[in-house]
Structures are given as C-alpha cells and as structure tokens.
C-alpha cells in the first residue's frame, strides 16, 4: 500500500494571492470613513460652524448681522490652520471641500474682535 502526499500549492500562488490582499486592505484604507464619523457643528453666539459626515467639507455662516466678520478656522490631516469665511449675514453660507483624503479633523467658529468658540473634534 503506498502512502498519499498532500500536495503543495505552488510558492507564486501564495505569493500573488498575499500581494493581493495587502493591495485591496490598502485601497479599502485609503477610501475608508472613519468608524465614528458623524455630522456635528459648533456655534460662538449665533454664529455657526458644521462639518458633515465625511469630514470633507465644512461650512460658516454669519448668524449676526452685527458687521463682525466670522469665519471657520480648521485643522486637517495634513494641514493646520486653514480658514473659510462667511459671506456676512445674508444667509449665505461659507463652504471648503477637502476631498477624500485629508479630512477634517478640528474646528471652530471665529468672529473677528469678539473671539472663537473652543475646538471641536471631529
């Protein structure tokens, strides 16, 4: 009675199949929301600061008709200090998109002379 090998997978399907895997958990990655992503906003006075759910966008608006100037002042995940202005109290809202990549990751509401609000994570 002769005994039965088990027979071995070639060594470059193992290969191309681990190289794959690593490329598709790297794409997913890179595209991937965070687990704990959430609209939120944030407000000096009546004025409003709001980022949405992806984190890629964010918004000011001017909810003072009071001649103080208001903007969004906001930190990503590879710069620092980037801005948004409010276009007044018209009711027009501010916007920046940061796409995909490098996302929101704190903001605040500012009004010139009077202050900002503290930050907020993301």
């Known amino acids: 009675m ?8 070639p060594m ?3 290969a191309l199949g681990a190289v794959a895997t690593v490329a598709a958990l790297a794409f997913a990655t890179l595209f991937a929301t965070p687990a704990h992503a959430h609209a939120t906003s944030t407000f000096h006075g009546q004025d409003k600061a709001w980022i949405n759910v992806t984190h890629a966008d964010i ?3 001017d909810g003072e008709c009071d001649a103080n100037h208001v903007y969004a002042q906001f930190d990503t995940d590879f710069t620092r200090d980037r ?3 409010a276009n ?4 027009e809202s501010g916007h920046s998109h940061q796409g995909v990549v490098d996302r929101i990751i704190r903001f605040r509401v500012c009004e010139a002379s009077v202050g900002c609000s ?5």
């Open 59 to 61: 918004w000011v608006s």
């Open 88 to 91: 007044g109290c018209r009711g």
């Open 118 to 122: 503290p930050y907020k994570n993301a």
């Open 83 to 85: 801005k948004v202005h």
């Open 2 to 9: 002769t005994a039965t090998r088990p027979r071995l997978k």
């Open 12 to 14: 470059r399907n193992t």
